[in-house]
């Protein structure tokens, strides 16, 4: 059985996400971690990505930690309806007002029922968790889920519409 979360999901054409804040299999740097945890700021990293396959007519972004200690895991991101002509989020982007995002993206609750980002927060002691930054390119302009729908929901909407899938991980753990 796969390490990754995303392996039972259909398989698509993969594309390139790269970041200036984190790196594949590195830790998280503090400002990516909760405003709870010293350092941390809930700073969505910065994400770019190329290579998105043809025929895409919008992306979505998420951020999952599948090692959270709920049963489920962890939704701490989910952006819809990007314009497929957008490759890019600053660091930021996904703060209460979105004032990173594009025209048209929205940020769907958390699962802390958050409109925004937040930052990795692992129990102190439980040792390293895993942070899936993904943006799926999808072949619609919308999703059609609405501003309310849960990233699981959303995950569901999207199956069927999912062209490619970029994948960045990164790690956080804590001591205390």
Known sequence: MSNNPFAKLAE??????TS????????????HYSSGIEG?????????????????????????????PTGSGLWHWAVIDI?????????????EQGSGLPQGAMQLPNDVQLKRFIGAAPPAGHGPHRYYFVVHALDVEKIGVGPNATPALLGFTMQS???????????????K
């Open 12 to 17: 698509v054409a993969s594309f390139q996400v």
């Open 20 to 31: 200036n804040d984190i790196s594949e299999g590195l830790p998280l740097p503090p400002r």
């Open 40 to 68: 941390g700021q809930d700073l969505s990293p910065h994400l770019k990505w190329s290579g998105a396959p043809e025929g895409t007519k919008s992306f979505a972004v998420t951020a999952y930690d599948p090692d959270a």
């Open 83 to 95: 314009p497929a002509d957008v490759t890019e989020l600053p660091t930021g982007a996904g703060d």
């Open 161 to 175: 519409h999912t062209l490619g899938r970029a994948v960045l991980m990164a790690t956080g753990e804590t001591d």
